[in-house]
């Protein structure tokens, strides 16, 4: 099964299983890339939010015209923050963005349940370093990383350069079949792996 994808600089179409880093300056707008790559070719779509609330990502989904009906988006903040919130069909809760276990299970959960082409964005890789640490965010990386290949999904990642060393953005880099660099004034590079 192969993937359509519409960012500048990427290949058209990727195989099922793909994994995508998206590296970004610290105040980047990456929602341009996100929604590019979410709204296409794509059945079911889970946004995992570690740095903004449900009702901020549906906002953007709204604004960049991506069909919402298949969006599925995982809150990690609201709870943290004090805000009531009732999980539905197609918003799901954990306690803590540093939940990393949770975040791991509701995108098993996501990915079990649905059929078709399924794609994942994770926003962001850095903000688990933030609130968890490096080590068991990497963890939890690669255990979604696993999980997008077994069940022939993709997935963009977003981590924010900057605020990172570069040894930590290169094993992330190295983690990824394919990256796309976006530069403060929105040039978009991608490499991908042969």
């Known amino acids: 099964m192969e ?8 290949p058209e179409t990727v195989p099922a299983g793909t994994s995508l880093l998206l590296v970004h300056p610290s105040t980047g ?7 590019q790559f979410l709204k296409t070719d794509t059945d079911y779509l889970l946004v995992v939010s570690t740095r903004t609330t449900a009702r901020e990502v549906e906002q953007k989904l709204e604004h960049y015209a991506v069909d919402a009906s298949k969006a599925t988006i995982l809150d990690t903040l609201s709870v943290d923050r004090g805000y009531t919130r009732r999980q539905n069909d197609h918003i799901r809760y954990v ?21 078709g082409k399924l794609r994942v964005s994770v926003d962001s890789i850095t903000e688990m370093i933030y ?28 981590l924010a350069r900057g ?7 290169d094993e992330y880099r190295m983690l990824f079949d394919g990256v796309i660099e976006l530069e403060e004034d929105g ?5 991908f792996k042969e």
């Open 3 to 10: 993937y359509s994808l519409t960012v500048e600089t990427t």
């Open 29 to 35: 707008e990456t929602d341009r890339i996100d929604t």
């Open 95 to 115: 306690t803590a963005p540093e939940d990393l276990d949770s975040i791991v299970e509701e995108t098993r959960k996501f990915l079990e349940s649905n059929d």
């Open 131 to 158: 609130y968890a640490d490096e080590e068991r965010t990497r963890e939890a990386v690669e255990a979604l990383l696993e999980l997008l290949e077994t069940h022939d999904a993709v997935g963009l990642f977003h």
């Open 163 to 169: 605020v990172h060393d570069e040894a930590v953005l």
């Open 187 to 191: 040039e978009v590079t991608s490499t």
